[in-house]
Structure formats: structure tokens, C-alpha cells
């Protein structure tokens, strides 16, 4: 009688706790991990995220090797390679002969489809095995407890939600009451960063032999990807992620709440973790950065405001975002409710730009395949939103540049957060900011050829008249928001002669080579 069971990890479920290994038997069971060319080219990734996620397979497979299992790894330049997921998995049936096939759900929408697509193949097959698909349980919130705390509310918060798993998980908690007597501590955490702030270093990783490989291997397979397998330093192992992360609560996490919203040039990461590429992998566990860093709070090694911001960003919006994808997917990819359809610029894709808030933030991206979420939100999100440009194109770019973009987190950021195309389901208002407040939490706007104080006229910031022309193009639909009430009482005052100006620069700029599509 056939016993063994295939159990398949797909590129970004490298955790040896992952759901699909759960009960794993090294003596009968194999595992199959596949590398194909339609993972690696759906969008162009930036080369440094194929390495990070090749490497980072192939370290974990040999990391199973050495506990003994049976590892069934196909590579890239495997002759026989389909290049595709579902291919592979037909073949490792046709391989194996298993008694049963054991998966955990994926991360994106499309795969998930394609899955219960394998599962229905093999349902209808005479002597077909039964394909058990599982929850992703690394995270803290159960998909199916989600839509229950979605379901019936009017209207959703991420407050809320963040406040519940903090009762449910007891992270930063008092007995019933939130650490310090508040659930946020928000307010304190908007500093604008002083010169004198001495940014620490990021530890760097350095590519063993089987990286190097990989690295090989992506330059030849993928020239025309964005970004350079340069500098590649990325841990690709659990071992360097945790060190990657003990370094973080030693020697950021303590300033992390007061400058989490700053930017200051050449210094991309300041003082974030940048454990989103490992987390996201599957490296790190969401659950271990929580309590690593609320022990830093409790032996004195890190500020409440610091530790609360970070908790937030992980057991609040990484866990709500998750939720939402789900609850809203398929919808969720067509959503446009500001009705925006001009094409990304080409400088997205460049850095060449007079705009210096801008130049340097697609310039870190495109080095670093990362940038902090301020950058993400503040700048290329801003401008993206207040220029009306298409989602889908932005959601496109955000999923090529950034190394730890997977859909289930990249598109209700940028969707939501960052474009307000979803009308509000991920956030109660647009992000939209004009220079003011990119000066305030920056050094970019000093260096730049633009000046932030003006608001119409050749060498106006154009953040300044694309916000009011914003507020301008939308003041029907956003009317009804009492979060921006202030800004649209302020158009409303504002000359009919001065709103002229603004549409005239709005659109000349718009229209002009500065932003002109590839
Ligand atoms: C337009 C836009 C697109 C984004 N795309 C992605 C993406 O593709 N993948 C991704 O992981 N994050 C994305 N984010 C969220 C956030 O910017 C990144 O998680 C963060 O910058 C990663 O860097 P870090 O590890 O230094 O984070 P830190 O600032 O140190 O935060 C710690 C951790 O909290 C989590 N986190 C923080 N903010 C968010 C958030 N808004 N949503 C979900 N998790 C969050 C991340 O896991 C992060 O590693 C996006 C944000 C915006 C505005
Ligand atoms: S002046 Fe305007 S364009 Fe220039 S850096 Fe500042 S916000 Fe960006």
C-alpha cells in the first residue's frame, strides 16, 4: 500500500513550522520545492528579490536535507523544468506515486486559484490523490477569524482589530489594560529626524557559495530585471535573519518610535528593522519579533513608544492588510475609485528626476530593492495618488521593485493606504501631503531645485500644486470626510484666480517631459 505523502513548500513558506511539514515523517515522507521561471517573471523582480528568494529556497531546502529528509528540489536549469507550479507539482505525482499530497495556502490570490485548480485535477482522476490544502498558521490571525470580526462591523479600523489581538496575544498588556495606559502611541512618534542623529549601520550578509550561485544564475537568466545583483546582503538563511532582527532590537528598535516617520538621504533605512524580505519568507517568525521585542521593553533596553509602534506594525497592520486581501480578493485588484488612469512615469523606473524627494527614493529603491515605509507611503505612494495615476500600474511597479513585495501585503498598501482606490477599506482617508510635510520629515527638500515654499509658478514644488489639485478634482467625492475637513474648508476659501493657477500647473506639469511614461 502506498503511504508516502508529498508535501509541498512553495518559495515564501520557508519555515521548518510551516502548516504543510506539521506532521512530517523524514522516513516516508519528500518534500518538493520547485523553481520556475513563471514565479520569477509574472512581474519582472528586482534581481536582488530572485536571489533572496532562490537562495533562500535552496538554503532551506538543504537545511531539511540535513535533518534527514527527502527533499525533491527542482532547479531553474532543470531540463525537464515545466517552469511553471502546477506542471511541477503533475510531475512530482507522476514521480512519486503518494498516498497523498499535504500543502499550506499560498500568499497570493492567483496561486491559491491555481491550487484548487491541482486539487480538483487530481479529485477526478479514478485512483486521484486527495490534495489536503492548510491554513497558513504563522500568522496570528486565523483567515476565517478575520472575516468573523469583519463580519457585521460597518466599518472596519485597524485600531480596533490591533487592540483585540493585543488583548488575545497579551502583547504590551497590563492584566485587561493596554502597557502605559494607552493602546497608541502615535503622537510621540512623528519626530522629524535632528543633523546631529547618528544613524547606525546595517549588518550585511555576504554571499556564501550557494548564493553565488544564484547570483550566477539570475544574471544569466534575467538581464533585463530591474536592479543589479550588486551588493546583494540579504540573509537568506533563519540563522542570519535572527541576527539580522537581534541587531535591530540592540541598536534601532530604542530610537524606532520617535524617527519611524523621518527620511534623510543616503540613509534608506534609518532606524526600521528592514526584516520585512525575511519575514515575509518565512525566516523569521511573526511571534518571536513580537516577544524579542517586548523583552527588550521589559529589561529597560527599549522605550514603550519605540516597542508599541514596532508590535503595531507587525500584530496590527501586517495581520489587518493580510485580512483585508482576503476579504476583498478578487475585487480588491480592480478597484479604481478615484478613477485614475494616467500612465507611471518613467522616472519611476529611473530616478531622473529634478523632484529630490523622489530621485532619492526610487534611487535607494532601485539599489536596495527597498525602501522604509515612509518612502513607500510619502513619497512614490503621494505622488502616485495626487497625480492620478493608473493602481494597476503602480501596483505593478510596487510588486517589481521591492524584495519583500507579495501580493497579500503590496496591493492593499498600495491600493489602499497609499492610492485610496479601494474608497476607503484599508484607511479612512488618502494620504495625500504636499511639500510642507515632506520638508518637515525630510533633508530631501534643501538639496532640491524646487522650492517647497511656493505654490504655483515654474519652480514650485509640484507637491504643493498637485495637492490642492487634487483636493480640487475630488471635492465632491471626498466632501463627505470629516478627517478632511481642513483642507477642503481651505480650497474652498482659496481665490478663484489662485485655484486657476494651481489646475494650469497642475496640468502643464502633468503633461510635461518631467513626467512623461518610458
Ligand atoms: C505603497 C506601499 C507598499 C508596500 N508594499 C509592501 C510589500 O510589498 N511588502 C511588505 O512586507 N510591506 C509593504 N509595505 C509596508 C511597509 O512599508 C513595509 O513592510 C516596510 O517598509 C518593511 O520594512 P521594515 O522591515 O524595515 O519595516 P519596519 O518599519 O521596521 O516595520 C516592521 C515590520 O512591520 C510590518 N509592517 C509595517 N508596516 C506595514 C504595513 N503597512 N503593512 C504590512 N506590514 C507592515 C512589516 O512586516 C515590517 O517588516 C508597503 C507600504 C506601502 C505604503
Ligand atoms: S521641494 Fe518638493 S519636489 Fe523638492 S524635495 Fe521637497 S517636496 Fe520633493
Same mark, same amino acid.
Given at each position: 500500500m502506498r503511504k508516502q505523502t508529498l508535501r509541498i513548500v512553495l518559495g515564501? *513558506?520557508?519555515?521548518?513550522?510551516?502548516a504543510a511539514l506539521r506532521d512530517l515523517n523524514p522516513a516516508q515522507d519528500v518534500v518538493l520545492l520547485a523553481e520556475v521561471q513563471a514565479e520569477c517573471t509574472y512581474v519582472k523582480h528586482h534581481a536582488k528579490k530572485l536571489v533572496l528568494v532562490l537562495s533562500a529556497m535552496r538554503h532551506f531546502a538543504r537545511a531539511l536535507q540535513a535533518r534527514g529528509v527527502h527533499v525533491d528540489y527542482v532547479t531553474l536549469?532543470?531540463? *525537464?523544468?515545466?517552469?511553471n507550479l502546477r506542471g511541477e507539482f503533475l510531475r512530482a505525482i507522476q514521480r512519486h506515486r503518494p498516498a497523498r499530497v499535504v500543502a499550506t495556502e499560498p500568499g497570493e490570490w492567483r496561486v491559491a486559484q491555481d491550487m484548487r485548480h491541482w486539487q480538483s485535477l487530481l479529485a477526478e482522476q479514478a485512483d486521484g490523490q486527495e490534495v489536503e490544502i492548510r491554513d497558513d498558521d504563522r500568522f496570528f490571525c486565523r483567515l476565517q477569524d478575520f472575516f468573523t470580526w469583519a463580519r457585521g462591523r460597518k466599518s472596519l479600523r485597524m485600531e480596533f482589530f490591533y487592540r483585540d489581538m493585543r488583548r488575545q496575544h497579551?502583547?504590551?498588556?497590563e492584566g485587561e489594560a493596554p502597557a502605559g495606559g494607552h493602546w497608541n502611541f502615535d503622537k510621540e512618534n512623528r519626530k522629524s529626524l535632528p543633523k546631529a542623529v547618528a544613524v547606525p549601520s546595517i549588518p550585511s550578509f555576504e554571499p556564501d557559495q550557494i548564493t553565488r550561485g544564484v547570483i550566477a544564475l539570475v544574471q544569466a537568466r534575467f538581464p533585463d530585471h530591474l536592479g543589479s545583483v550588486e551588493g546583494f546582503a540579504f540573509p537568506v538563511t533563519r540563522r542570519d535573519a535572527g541576527r539580522a532582527l537581534d541587531d535591530f532590537i540592540a541598536h534601532r528598535l530604542p530610537a524606532f518610535g520617535d524617527w519611524q516617520d523621518a527620511m534623510k538621504t543616503g540613509a534608506p533605512v534609518l532606524f526600521h528593522a528592514l526584516i520585512s524580505p525575511a519575514l515575509n519568507l518565512g525566516l523569521l517568525d511573526p511571534r518571536a519579533v513580537c516577544a524579542a521585542a517586548e523583552a527588550a521593553w521589559k529589561k529597560g533596553a527599549a522605550p514603550l513608544n519605540a516597542v508599541e509602534g514596532f508590535v503595531r506594525q507587525i500584530l496590527g497592520w501586517r495581520e489587518y492588510v493580510r485580512g483585508l486581501y482576503w476579504l476583498h480578493m478578487p475585487d480588491f485588484a480592480r478597484k479604481n475609485a478615484l478613477g485614475a488612469t494616467r500612465a507611471l512615469p518613467g522616472f519611476y523606473w529611473t530616478g531622473e528626476t529634478r523632484m529630490n524627494c523622489l530621485r532619492q527614493t526610487v534611487r535607494d529603491t532601485i539599489a536596495n530593492a527597498y525602501a522604509h515605509h515612509i518612502q513607500r507611503l510619502m513619497i512614490t505612494g503621494n505622488f502616485a495618488l495626487l497625480a492620478g495615476i493608473d493602481p494597476n500600474e503602480v501596483d505593478e511597479w510596487y510588486m517589481v521593485v521591492?524584495?519583500?513585495?507579495?501580493e497579500w501585503v503590496e496591493m492593499p498598501n498600495t491600493?489602499?493606504?497609499?492610492?485610496f482606490a479601494d474608497g476607503g477599506i484599508v484607511g479612512s482617508k488618502p494620504y495625500a501631503a504636499s511639500g510642507a510635510y515632506i520638508n518637515r520629515m525630510s533633508d530631501y527638500c534643501k538639496a532640491c531645485?524646487?522650492?517647497?515654499?511656493?505654490?504655483?509658478?515654474?519652480?514650485?514644488?509640484p507637491f504643493n500644486f498637485l495637492y490642492w489639485d487634487f483636493f480640487a478634482r475630488h471635492e465632491k467625492l471626498l466632501a463627505g470626510n470629516i478627517r478632511l475637513a481642513m483642507p477642503l474648508r481651505t480650497l474652498q476659501r482659496m481665490a478663484p484666480a489662485k485655484r486657476a493657477a494651481i489646475r494650469s500647473n497642475a496640468q502643464a506639469f502633468l503633461q510635461s517631459e518631467a513626467c512623461k511614461p518610458p
Open positions: 515564501d *513558506q520557508l519555515s521548518p513550522a510551516i536549469d532543470d531540463p *525537464q523544468n515545466t517552469q497579551g502583547y504590551l498588556m521591492y524584495a519583500d513585495a507579495y491600493r489602499g493606504m497609499a492610492l531645485s524646487y522650492d517647497v515654499k511656493d505654490a504655483v509658478g515654474p519652480n514650485a514644488c
